[in-house]
T-cell receptor, first 114, second 110 residues
């Protein structure tokens, strides 16, 4: 069974640009959640999608958005990039009952904003 | 919101030693997981353990949900065990899917 797949793995963007990251969950998983990891703030929850609906959202500005498609694949978008958005972005998927399931992470997307 | 605290923040040991990592959380949870972050950034599942005890080879974990803590034991440490270990909880209530501790950085010297 394939794991959680994230693309691209590495990318460099310029301040003010936007970026879209993609995540393909484990087959059969309906929940996809996104996290940002930085040295200063650690791992922080961005948002969760379940069956194409945003179910939870962390404390991030509106520049951070996401969506989920009918096949459970998810994308997150960051607009008007700032230097502080440089981070490892991790996607995770879990099963089909909404909560209390093992959560599996992808390898992450390393974003550098210059 | 729920708070997750891990201790110690750093741990340096010789190969062959045993170690205990602790995770305290401030409220009831649906889920608790332990992860090992590899050098490339991926979070590798170690245990899904909202309560009870589990073992997997040299690693074991215990969660006492009523007292809101979990322990990760690593026996006969190897240099490949080095890295950052995270505890993460799924709150019963609140808007976050997973809340992470700050991690324990484990260094195993040969």
């Amino acid at each position: 069974k394939a794991g959680v797949t994230q693309t691209p793995r590495y990318l460099i963007k310029t301040r003010g640009q936007q970026v879209t990251l993609s995540c393909s969950p484990i087959s059969g998983h309906r929940s996809v959640s996104w996290y940002q990891q930085t040295p200063g703030q650690g791992l922080q929850f961005l948002f969760e999608y379940f069956s194409e609906t945003q179910r939870n959202k962390g404390n991030f500005p509106g520049r951070f958005s996401g969506r989920q498609f009918s096949n459970s694949r998810s994308e997150m978008n960051v607009s008007t990039l700032e230097l502080g958005d440089s981070a490892l972005y991790l996607c995770a998927s879990s099963g089909n009952t909404g909560s209390g399931n093992t959560i599996y992470f992808g390898e992450g997307s390393w974003l550098t904003v210059v | 919101g729920i708070q997750v605290e891990q201790s110690p923040p750093d741990l340096i040991l010789q190969e062959g030693a045993n170690s205990t990592l602790r995770c305290n959380f401030s409220d009831s949870v649906n889920n608790l997981q332990w992860f090992h972050q590899n050098p490339w950034g991926q979070l590798i599942n170690l245990f899904y353990i909202p309560s009870g005890t589990k073992q997997n080879g040299r690693l074991s974990a215990t969660t006492v949900a009523t007292e809101r803590y979990s322990l990760l034991y690593i026996s006969s440490s190897q240099t490949t065990d080095s890295g950052v270990y995270f505890c993460a909880v799924e709150p019963l209530q609140g808007a976050q899917k997973l809340v992470f501790g700050q991690g324990t950085r484990l260094t195993i010297n040969p």
